[in-house]
């Protein structure tokens, strides 16, 4: 009834830039906070960003100053833009969402399925 559907991701070379998307659909009545994790092989997810409904931002120390969180609500979506990228930021990005549903006002945590980001010459 809720999906949060991600897309950007993709193969770059050092330096270079993405914008990941994370679009959520179905019977929404609210959504709060909204953020962006990533798992790279072998490693534990971490937060990368998060925003809340307000706009404002927290940011993982290893991304601040290159990567920036937004989210348009009318859209129900939230964007990373992803400059300088680096190898060490390869990984699957994975959006998640705390979101309100209209059917039963039930609230719960909600994640896309992940985009892989590959940063390679």
């Known amino acids: 009834q809720v999906q949060l559907v991600e897309s950007g991701g993709g193969l770059v070379q050092p330096g270079g830039s993405l914008r990941l998307s994370c679009a959520a659909s179905?019977?929404?009545?609210?959504?709060?906070?909204m953020g962006w994790y990533r798992q790279a092989p072998g490693e534990q997810r971490e937060l990368v960003a998060s925003?809340?409904?307000?706009?404002?931002?927290n940011y993982a120390d290893s991304v601040k100053g290159r990567f920036t969180i937004s989210r348009d609500n009318a859209k129900n979506t939230v964007y990373l833009q992803m400059n300088s990228l680096k190898p060490e930021d390869t990984a699957v990005y994975y959006c998640n969402a705390d979101i309100t549903k209209s059917i039963n006002y039930s609230r719960r945590d909600y994640w896309g399925q992940g985009t892989q980001v590959t940063v390679s010459s």
């Open positions: 179905g019977r929404i009545f609210s959504i709060n906070g």
């Open positions: 925003i809340t409904s307000g706009g404002s931002t």
